[in-house]
Nanobody
Framework: QVQLEESGGGSVDAGGSLRLSCLASGYISPSWCLAWFRQIPETERERYASIVGYDISRDYDSVMGRFTISNDNAAKRFYLEMNDLNHEDTGMYYC?????????????????WGQGTQVTVSL
């Protein structure tokens, strides 16, 4: 059984940076899609970035140039480096994975989720 656990969230001022980390337990294949989502109240989870295994591909959605996704297969961790944060980046951030290299852009495609870590960016 795969379990994911996020860490690294917190409160920062606009322009600041945070690094989110997702630790996986159980078997994770290098060919699975790993992703970070953000959710704000009363909205669906929005995919912010995804990566497939050995740096095969990265997809940046609305945060290109500011957020960077990376992974460490040996440590079973993947990360979301967030720079130049603004108030609109505030939300609950979730890491997720699915047993497929196809990521898709919707949360419905993903099977395994962490509990989430809150990011709050002050104006």
């Amino acid at each position: 059984q795969v379990q994911l656990e996020e860490s690294g969230g917190g409160s920062v001022d606009a322009g600041g940076s945070l690094r989110l980390s997702c630790l996986a337990s159980g078997y994770i294949s290098p060919s699975w899609c790993l992703a970070w989502f953000r959710q704000i109240p009363e909205t669906e989870r929005e995919r912010y970035a995804s990566i497939v295994g050995y740096d095969i591909s990265r997809d940046y959605d609305s945060v290109m140039g500011r957020f960077t996704i990376s992974n460490d297969n040996a440590a079973k961790r993947f990360y979301l480096e967030m720079n130049d944060l603004n108030h609109e980046d505030t939300g609950m951030y979730y890491c997720a994975t699915r047993e497929d290299p196809f990521c898709g852009d919707s949360a419905v495609f993903f099977t395994y989720w962490g509990q989430g870590t809150q990011v709050t960016v002050s104006l």
